[in-house]
């Protein structure tokens, strides 16, 4: 059964459609996979009702607990970086709506997810359930400490930004891993960091570019 996103009848596809081509492709994000599973995911079902119709603009919106979800381009492009294959693992530090969870879950095989905001737990869980995205787990806890029972992943995103990667997210990652992060001493200002773990447990990091996330609270964040 097609979900809304892929009807004929969703009034939103053709936004949807040029927000990829405008926002995305343009660019320089060219994974495809990425790029189909932002076609297919609805964005708007992720945000507030008043804010359907801004949706697919090129913009963070407001979400509960006064929180974001991220503008679509930073939701590819960190994405794209973790390079996703289909037989994929993936722990996402940071639900938020579940949207960027979702993206993930057209992509890779699983994505597990942890959420400091009981509310926003709830929140993303039932967008998932009604869109049948059955791959995705979302669970209340801090997200410094990850997800060990589901460890070793092939990939981490953190969608909140820290003053380094907690050292309990390395461990969870599997040799050949990618973790991306924003990293800064700044709360409100950092720079996108891409982890990437050697085969010999050697990791190497690569600075991205310059962003701006809520900070990273738990244990080992602020």
Not at 22 to 39: H, K, N, T, W
Not at 159 to 166: F, I, Q
């Amino acid at each position: 059964m097609a979900t809304p996103a892929e009807s004929d009848a969703d009034p939103y596809a053709d936004a949807r459609r040029r927000m990829v081509a405008e926002q995305l492709e343009s660019r320089g994000i060219a994974d495809p996979a990425v790029l189909r599973a932002m076609r297919l995911v609805p964005r708007e079902r992720f945000v507030l009702e008043p804010y359907r119709p801004y949706a697919y603009d090129d913009t963070p919106l407001p979400i509960p607990a006064n929180q974001t979800i991220s503008q679509p381009y930073i939701v590819a492009y960190m994405i794209a970086m973790l390079r996703l294959s289909a037989a994929d693992r993936v722990l996402e530090i940071g639900a938020g709506s579940g949207y960027a969870a979702a993206v993930m879950s057209r992509i890779a095989a699983a994505v597990y997810s942890v959420e400091r905001h009981a509310g926003l737990v709830d929140y993303a869980r039932q967008r998932l359930a009604e869109l049948g995205y059955d791959n995705v787990q979302v669970r209340h806890g801090d997200g410094t400490l990850g997800w060990p029972d589901h460890a070793p992943y092939h990939a981490i995103i953190v969608a909140a930004g820290g003053p380094s990667v907690p050292e309990t997210l390395r461990g969870q990652l599997a040799p050949g891993g990618r973790l991306i992060m924003p990293i800064g001493r700044d709360r409100r200002r950092q720079t996108l960091v891409l982890l990437t773990q050697g085969e010999d447990g050697r990791a190497t990091e690569e600075m991205l570019v310059p962003v701006a996330f809520v900070p990273l609270i738990g244990d080992e964040g602020w």
